[in-house]
């Protein structure tokens, strides 16, 4: 079976280097906010280009904990879009604050900046901009956009890691960036984690406090805080495996290639990558009519593909809302996530993409 994600396989990849830092780790009897933990958030805000990282229990966690370091809460309105994993909308109703929808763009699946202005009230705070796919946002015209109007700009990095706009790591270029290191991600542990990066030495201190219950240096609450704190074994696992995210993704470009070589002159929509940006192809994401009939097809030859997502966050159940999204839910009618993790080899994409072409 040729799954859509496989950690399994990268974990094999490094087999010998993560075991020997997890047996580190074990042995030092240290397993929360030691000494693995802060050499990931310095290696990782450098990788990123930030002068801050802070390690998180979750990428969820990491989008909740930035919104309340920068205040946000009821009576406020936050922008993002539908199409996304529902962990960006839920971190901003655990707020209290109100979730605003705005369309994507046909091409390249991200929020389409031309749309947000007329969305702006006086309840508006922020704007969760989602580098969907891997594919980065607009952000020139976001930054833009957030300096006329005073909103805060965080970026929704979880399916992102190694992806750059203009020659910047995402993550560094709004006030805040947050990334998720679930298994199936560029960068994955093997559990659950997250990160926020930042060149704010104010958002920093706040946010080095909101994660554990809001103490201070001597372990008083100054002010209401959380539990959520990155392990120091998904940490040392999580530094072997930065090590080689640069060429990992540089593996998936690859893929993406041929999978476009191979995909070319047939009838399904291919993804496409905006000028100035560096798509890191989290998934690679086609589009096709009779979307189910493809999966069926692959699944039935031992290709496990998928879709990501069915059905927009609007549209499901317990954030039923009517939204003029037109795109998101074309979009999300007709897409379908080939394989896709570093480690597929060529055999396997002429095969899959064989298939498709049959279909």
Same mark, same amino acid.
């Given at each position: 079976?040729?799954?859509?994600?496989?950690?399994?396989?990268?974990?094999?990849?490094?087999?010998?280097?993560?075991? =020997?830092? *997890?047996? %580190?780790?074990? %042995?030092?009897?240290?397993?929360?906010?030691?000494?693995?933990?802060?050499?990931?958030?310095?290696? $990782?805000?450098?990788?990123?280009?930030?002068?801050?990282?802070?390690?998180?229990?979750?990428?969820?966690?990491?989008?909740?904990?930035? @919104?309340?370091?920068?205040?946000?809460?009821? #009576?406020?309105?936050?922008?993002?879009?539908? +199409?996304?994993?529902?962990?960006?909308?839920?971190?901003?109703?655990?707020?209290?604050?109100?979730?605003?929808?705005?369309?994507?763009?046909?091409?390249? $699946?991200?929020?389409?900046?031309?749309?947000?202005?007329?969305?702006?009230?006086?309840?508006?705070?922020?704007?969760?901009?989602? +580098?969907?796919?891997?594919?980065?946002?607009?952000? #020139?015209? !976001?930054?833009?956009?957030?300096?006329?109007?005073?909103?805060?700009?965080? =970026?929704?990095?979880?399916?992102?890691?190694?992806?750059?706009?203009?020659?910047?790591?995402?993550?560094?270029?709004? =006030?805040?960036?947050? $990334?998720?290191?679930?298994?199936?991600?560029?960068?994955?542990?093997?559990?659950?984690?997250?990160?926020?990066?930042?060149?704010? *030495?104010?958002?920093?201190?706040?946010?080095?406090? !909101?994660?554990?219950?809001?103490?201070?240096?001597?372990?008083?609450?100054?002010?209401?805080?959380?539990?959520?704190?990155? #392990?120091?074994?998904?940490?040392?696992?999580?530094?072997?495996?930065?090590?080689?995210?640069?060429?990992?993704?540089?593996?998936?470009?690859?893929?993406?290639?041929?999978?476009?070589?191979?995909?070319?002159?047939?009838?399904?929509?291919?993804?496409?990558?905006?000028?100035?940006?560096? +798509?890191?192809?989290? @998934?690679?994401?086609?589009?096709?009519?009779?979307?189910? #009939?493809?999966?069926?097809?692959?699944?039935?030859?031992?290709? !496990?593909?998928?879709? +990501?997502?069915?059905?927009?966050?609007?549209?499901?159940?317990?954030?039923?809302?009517?939204?003029?999204?037109?795109?998101?839910?074309?979009?999300?009618?007709?897409?379908?996530? *080939?394989?896709?993790?570093?480690?597929?080899? =060529?055999?396997?994409?002429?095969?899959?993409?064989?298939?498709?072409?049959?279909?």
């Amino acid at each position: 079976m040729i799954l859509c994600s496989n950690p399994k396989e990268q974990y094999l990849s490094h087999q010998k280097e993560i075991d =020997e830092a *997890l047996s %580190k780790v074990l %042995k030092s009897g240290m397993y929360i906010l030691g000494k693995e933990g802060k050499a990931f958030e310095e290696e $990782f805000s450098s990788f990123v280009g930030t002068h801050y990282a802070v390690g998180v229990a979750s990428g969820t966690d990491a989008l909740f904990l930035s @919104l309340k370091a920068l205040g946000i809460g009821t #009576d406020n309105e936050v922008i993002t879009v539908s +199409h996304t994993a529902t962990a960006t909308v839920s971190a901003i109703e655990a707020t209290g604050a109100k979730v605003v929808f705005v369309d994507i763009e046909k091409d390249y $699946f991200t929020l389409d900046v031309s749309q947000i202005e007329k969305l702006i009230t006086k309840k508006t705070k922020a704007i969760i901009a989602v +580098h969907m796919y891997g594919h980065p946002c607009d952000m #020139d015209k !976001l930054v833009q956009i957030a300096k006329k109007y005073k909103l805060k700009l965080i =970026e929704d990095c979880a399916q992102a890691s190694g992806s750059k706009y203009k020659d910047k790591e995402v993550g560094s270029i709004g =006030e805040i960036g947050c $990334f998720s290191f679930f298994p199936t991600k560029n960068l994955g542990a093997l559990g659950d984690g997250g990160a926020i990066t930042t060149n704010s *030495l104010e958002i920093y201190q706040k946010l080095i406090m !909101l994660r554990q219950y809001g103490w201070d240096k001597n372990r008083e609450s100054q002010f209401q805080g959380f539990n959520s704190r990155l #392990d120091e074994i998904q940490a040392a696992i999580l530094r072997v495996k930065l090590k080689y995210l640069k060429d990992d993704i540089e593996k998936r470009n690859t893929i993406a290639s041929l999978y476009c070589k191979y995909l070319d002159k047939s009838n399904f929509i291919l993804p496409k990558v905006r000028d100035d940006s560096y +798509h890191s192809y989290h @998934l690679f994401v086609i589009q096709t009519e009779n979307r189910d #009939d493809l999966i069926k097809l692959l699944n039935q030859n031992g290709i !496990l593909a998928a879709v +990501h997502y069915k059905k927009a966050v609007h549209q499901q159940a317990n954030y039923s809302k009517n939204s003029n999204l037109v795109i998101t839910e074309r979009i999300g009618a007709n897409i379908v996530s *080939l394989p896709m993790y570093p480690e597929l080899s =060529e055999k396997d994409i002429l095969y899959i993409s064989t298939l498709c072409k049959k279909f």
